[in-house]
């Protein structure tokens, strides 16, 4: 899973943290274990605080207990998660504190928790500005968190255009993120720091937009009392963003196209041309080139303004993102005290599934009404509004009894996901059927034996016996050597991925 980086275990439980280094060994996850004393000690040999995956906390007997530790903690590294072992944070801890604080595991943890909090932890390490939920830029990148291909690729040419004066043609569906993109390629261009304006074209009537645009002299229509700087004057040096480009009219596209050629245009009931230095970045939901033939967009303008184009990726196309965009929309939340949230593995496989018509804009939506309704909840499918339950119930609930207490040295070596899926709870209970018969057979029938070659308890083993419905075969009450254990079931191999179990 995530054998690159380590798990620190804090608990003054001796019994408990031995049990949770057992399961973690089994899952071939590197870890620290040590009292709350000794956690200073534990950490210094490590290069960076960054090798730290998270903090599983237990039982704190030292004075101020688990909240005095966390505050500890947050000195060395405030942007490291922390997952509570057994308890949950008292509601009067410090908010800071508490955010940081991103599960609590019941004992011993359950097979889905353990998993859903360990790959939470991740996705809450990866972000920019990890704990914060803040990139170094203010209200930047929501739409461009993630590490899917196509909004890398979108990365990519932003980085290839932002330190140009290229015009920026944005094109994609409502909610995709266009002007998000639009300030990133001005906070990442020599132009960072003059203006960046933006207009949209749609929302601002037509007979007004020419003053919006170019400004006004005094008198220039009536009503027009005093002299006003347009939003091009208002940019200069800067940024003039265009949105819903497709909304100007001929009239004004023809005024806009000057600028582009000549750098000039001139102030409403003036005469007199006005030189200006702006970089226009232009966007659209609507198929500019189809507006070509209809005669509705001029095509000198056209080419003018899609010098570098840029497709925005609809949300439905990149759905592996969709975990790093909630937390990033959940940490601004709580940057923004709005609440705090948090969603299932369940839930987040539903979202993943839903179509997103209103794309970023929606989820944005969505997240804020959580934050609402369930305030510093967890979000399971049952919590989601109606549109957004896209798998059964009982689907969520899975192996939730099911506690880690087998590990496989290389569990990728062990097959290939086919192209059409699997049950993976049977497939998986299959597996372990099949491997306790193997080391009955090699033991002789002795269950001790048998224990020892699983790395596991022999109460374990007779529990799991139980669980499958795996007899013993008497013989004068001695075992009868390899097949002294059979299954009720007569399952005698794995079954090949995507066959029936």
Known sequence: MWRDIKILLIDDNLARRRDLSVILDFLDEHHLACASTQWRERVEALASSRELLCVLLGTVEARGGGLELIKALRGWDETLPVLLLGQHPPADWPKEVRRQVLASLEMPP???????????????????????????????????????????????????????DACVLLQGESGTGKEVVARNLHYHSRRRDAPFVPVNCSAIAVELLESELCGHEQGAFGGALYGHAGRLELAQGGVLFLDEVDALPLSMQARLLRVLKEGVFERLGSTQAQSVDVRIVAASHKDLEAMLGEGSFREDLYYRLSV????????????????LLLNELIARLEHDKLGSIRFNSAAIMSLCRHDWPGNLRELANLVERMAI???????????????????????????????????????????????EGLDLKDYLAALEQTLIQQALDDSAGVVARAAERLRIRRTTLVEKMRKYGMSRREDGGNAVGPGAFVAVDNRSAVAPPGAEC
């Open 373 to 419: 309704m369930h305030p510093y909840g967890v979000i399971g499918v049952q919590e989601l509004p109606k549109k957004y339950r896209h798998i059964e119930l009982e689907d969520e609930q899975g192996d939730e009894g099911g506690v880690f207490e087998v590990g496989l040295s290389d569990p990728s070596s062990l097959a290939l996901l086919p192209p």
């Open 308 to 323: 570098f184009p840029i497709e925005m990726p609809p949300l439905r196309e990149r759905v592996e993102d969709l975990p």
């Open 110 to 164: 359950s097979y889905n928790k353990l998993l859903d909090s360990l790959h939470r932890a991740q996705v809450y390490r990866a972000m920019p500005g990890q704990g914060r939920g803040l990139s170094r830029e203010p209200n930047l990148f929501r739409s461009l968190v993630g590490t899917s291909r196509a909004i890398q690729q979108v990365r990519q040419l932003l980085q290839q255009v932002a330190d140009t």
